[in-house]
């Protein structure tokens, strides 16, 4: 059977799960599947047949042929126990969501969250090699929130398109900060904050009116999320420009459409580099470090057996309680570079991502890939349904769409649940768990939903 095939398939029972959710009219863009799903199409379809002589060549066809088998059956089992009623059963034994919104603790809460993520965001614009532009090291760390910005919009969003008080103002100002965020981070060069700006604010808007877009709408959200990415990486890269804002509107102006295709894997990055280098490698993509994965671990380099997702929990233990903490993961993942890369790599390597089959073969090989996929896939089936139990509730309107867009960075990141100790569990959820205390125990959960 060509490796090719395995491919193919991956690719048709994607379809053909899409296909049947929108016949039976079952489709929701807000599901979690459907970013998973988009990011494992990204990785392990196009990156798959853009890359296939490139993994021949390198990796032989046996290491191939074992890597397409295996993102075949992987998202046949993620689809399978994702579909299961299990999640729901989960869902319906979590705490109920706060049917209350306190308008009062969401007007005080936001412009705070609003000016600390813009401070951090800043500091990130900010060029570094002026006079003035050093900051201490507690000063940095409290900096480290800019997504609160985000958050900031989706309260005001969600509150302002309440169906029962609607408040165009409030919508109002959510917007242009969302599109403001969106916008600040393609200028600082970011391109998972610029997406999940499009993809938050996406969601806060019709989820809080209990709607869905149409599939125009979703074309051009996803055009824009693609472009967002596309410009945020070109201009972080581009020397070509000053690194000021009339030098961002002038990159703006110039800017190819065309370098889209390199985001989606679709045509060469440097096309110059690859003139030059008749052989060019893409060890640093999400599918190379999946192929180099299966070809040194375990007969080159252990396995971690699930270290890194110690870190969930290791990440908020201060290092003043806990001076020689590791970064659990991290040795077994270097000694995988070191021991399969094409080029010298030494323990300084810091490297790209994997994806998230990599990441489960380094977990445990086929067994590991099994177990964190179905962990993976209750997780998510879990949290929508959970949504879906209190989707007329403002709180779980706010907390989905700021949740929803991590099924991505599941799949194309080191480690499905990076997201949640880089980015998530101290920024996102600790204001989402305070006002779900306020609502529910305190004057502004009262059912109605009105401010007292």
């Avoid at 609003?114 to 060029?127: C, I, P, R």
């Avoid at 200028?187 to 999940?196: A, M, P, Q, T, V």
């Avoid at 962990?375 to 089936?381: F, K, S």
């Avoid at 989905?400 to 997201?419: I, K, Q, R, S």
Wanted: hydrophobic content about 50%; charged content about 15%; overall charge positive.
């Amino acid at each position: 059977m060509d490796e090719r095939a395995y491919v193919v398939a991956t690719a048709a029972t994607i379809l053909g799960y899409g296909l049947v959710q929108v016949a039976r009219g079952r489709f929701d863009p807000f599901a979690p599947a459907w970013l998973f799903l988009t990011g494992y199409v990204q990785v392990y379809v196009i990156q798959a047949l853009s890359y296939h002589e490139y993994a021949l060549r390198v990796r032989g066809v046996e290491v191939t042929a074992l890597a397409n088998a295996r993102a075949f059956w992987a998202v046949c089992w993620f689809l399978l126990v994702y579909e299961c009623p299990i999640g729901r059963g989960v869902a319906a034994r979590l705490p109920r969501a706060p049917a209350g919104w306190s308008i009062g603790l969401v007007g005080g809460m936001a412009p705070v969250l609003l000016a600390w993520g813009l401070l951090g965001a800043f500091l990130v614009s900010y060029d570094r090699t002026k006079p003035g532009a050093e900051v201490g090291a507690g000063t940095f760390l409290l900096l480290q929130f800019p997504i609160l910005a985000q958050v900031a919009a989706v309260l005001l969003i969600v509150t302002g398109r309440d169906p029962r008080r609607p408040r165009p103002a409030l919508t109002a100002v959510g917007m242009a900060i969302a599109v403001f965020y969106v916008f600040l981070w393609m200028y600082n060069g970011k391109r998972s904050h610029s997406l999940i700006g499009v993809l938050t604010t996406l969601c806060a808007y019709y989820a809080s009116r209990g709607r869905r877009p149409s599939f125009a709408v979703l074309a051009t959200a996803a055009a824009l999320g693609v472009v967002s990415v596309t410009v945020a990486l070109g201009w972080r890269n581009n020397p070509d420009y000053a690194r000021t804002v009339s030098g961002f509107i002038a990159y703006l102006g110039d800017f190819d459409p065309s370098k889209v295709l390199v985001n989606l894997n679709l045509a060469d990055r440097d096309e110059a580099a690859s003139s030059v280098r008749k052989l060019p490698s893409y060890e640093t993509e999400e599918y190379g470090g999946y192929l180099l994965m299966l070809d040194t671990v375990p007969h080159k380099s252990p396995h971690d057996f699930g270290a890194p997702y110690l870190r969930v929990f290791s990440t908020y233990i201060p290092r003043l309680v806990w001076p020689e903490k590791p970064l659990f993961g991290r040795d077994e993942w270097l000694d995988a570079w070191i021991a399969g890369s094409e080029f010298p790599r030494d323990r300084k390597f810091t490297g790209p991502a994997v994806g998230v089959l990599g990441a489960t073969h380094l977990n445990g090989g086929a067994v590991g890939t099994a177990i964190v996929l179905a962990v993976l896939a209750l997780m998510l089936r879990s949290g929508y349904e959970y949504y879906r139990r209190f989707a007329s509730c403002p709180w779980a309107q706010c907390w989905w769409a700021l949740t929803f867009y991590n099924a991505w960075f599941m799949t194309v990141n080191d480690d499905p649940m990076v997201w949640f100790y880089y980015l998530y569990g101290h920024t996102t959820l600790p204001p989402m768990a305070l006002l779900w205390l306020a609502n529910r125990i305190g004057a502004g959960g009262a059912d109605s939903g009105l401010p007292t």
